[in-house]
């Protein structure tokens, strides 16, 4: 006798072995293994961008006159890129094998050190990045003389009594010691502000997955 | 995802996810990651769900969604070109049920379009004409009469099988 399709489907599924649902406990595996490629392809990226980023600036820099300005530019942005390509390998050393609250754990741990290693260099690259400005622009050609000394040259007619050190105006160095202070103070703060606005979201993910397995062990 | 979440809101309507899974699937490999991948969807999408449906409809729409993007996925991987309405690769001996009728019937069905396949059997789970449009996001008015071709074409392919 012919079925209809609706028994075959009725009967069919009456049988114990139709409906028997697979084990996920291989699930936060999966989620792991997912967000901590996500982030590395993103790490990846970033760090292509600052590369091809300084190899740009480097060029425009001479096309404008601001070599000094593009050579430390290309130089810093380097050391930065080659310390966290040091903390990519690292990081490429986690075992997949290991369980995903370990995995977690470790990716944890790495992301830590790496920001707390970018704290430290954001100290000194935000300074460094401003003071290349500023020589850049300083010994920029100006008809002939370094844009820094004409400008000096021309406040000099307005305020006779300026005070020079080595042919640099005293308040000048005093307002630029103070902005390279407070880069160098709040380098750390611009890093991790820079970091929320790329990673934030992915940080999250992590923190909310390590509670909820956090909650399941306990 | 928590235990808790699991067996209260997803295991009760674990029948569905698989049927659909299986539908869209041919190894027991790939069934299981299609599982998964649902259920992990239906736990990060939770927070969406507005209370405009009912939690049962909001499952099959995620299962539906999920199973069709997973297989555009391994679409994409293989790198050839599959038509809309033949899937060309054979079941897994594994992969099969104890009931033979059914394994004719589920056969059949992966030979159907992607959607149909989804149609026929939100239809068989006796969802309602405007559930069905609801979850596959169409008019109720065409469900009906879609339904009755897919059945025509079923039957057909049913036929050929058997003969």
């Known amino acids: ?218 | 995802m928590s235990s808790d979440f699991y067996k209260t809101s997803i295991l009760p309507f674990a029948g569905i996810i698989i049927k659909l899974c299986r539908a869209y699937t041919n190894s027991q490999e790939d069934f299981e990651d299609y599982y998964q991948e649902v259920c992990l969807q239906i736990w990060r999408s939770k927070d969406n769900f507005r209370e405009e449906s009912q939690w049962s409809t909001w499952v099959y729409r995620i299962s539906l969604n999920v199973c069709l993007t997973l297989l555009k996925k391994k679409k994409n991987n293989v790198q050839h070109f599959v038509s809309d309405s033949v899937t060309t690769e054979e079941t897994e001996d594994n992969f099969a049920f104890s009931d033979e009728s059914l394994n004719v019937l589920y056969d059949a069905i992966r030979e159907l379009s992607e959607i149909d396949r989804a149609v026929i059997m939100l239809y068989l789970e006796e969802k309602s004409q405007k559930e069905i449009a609801e979850i596959i996001g169409t008019n109720p008015n065409n469900i009906g009469v879609r339904v009755k071709r897919i059945k025509t074409r079923l039957k057909k392919i049913l036929d050929g099988k058997i003969n």
């Not at chain 1, 980023?53 to 050579?71: D, E, H, M, R, Y």
């Open chain 1, 1 to 218: 006798m012919e079925k209809s399709i609706e028994n075959i489907w009725k009967e069919g599924f009456l049988k114990s072995d139709a409906l028997v649902a697979p084990k996920i406990n291989n699930l936060y595996n999966q989620k792991s293994i997912h967000i901590i490629d996500k982030f590395k392809r993103m790490f990846k990226i970033n760090l292509i961008a600052i590369v091809a980023f300084s190899f740009a600036f480097l060029i425009v820099s001479f096309l404008i006159g601001i070599p000094i300005t593009g050579i430390i530019f290309f130089a810093t942005l380097s050391v930065l890129v080659f310390i966290n390509k040091q903390l990519l390998n690292d990081l490429e050393k986690i075992d997949l094998g290991i369980s995903s609250y370990q995995y977690l754990k470790a990716f944890s741990q790495w992301i830590n050190k790496q920001i707390s290693i970018n704290k430290k260099v954001s100290r000194f690259l935000y300074p460094i990045i401003f003071i290349s400005m500023i020589l850049g622009f300083w010994f920029k050609d100006a008809e002939g003389m370094p844009l820094g000394e004409k400008l000096v040259g021309e406040i000099l007619v307005g305020f006779p009594d300026v005070y020079l050190i080595f042919g640099v105006p005293l308040i000048g160095i005093v307002i630029v010691l103070l902005i390279l202070a407070l880069l160098a103070f709040f380098g750390g703060r611009i890093y991790t502000w820079d970091l929320n606005i790329v990673y934030g979201r992915l940080f999250k993910k992590l923190e909310e997955m390590m509670t909820d397995i956090e909650s399941l062990r306990n």
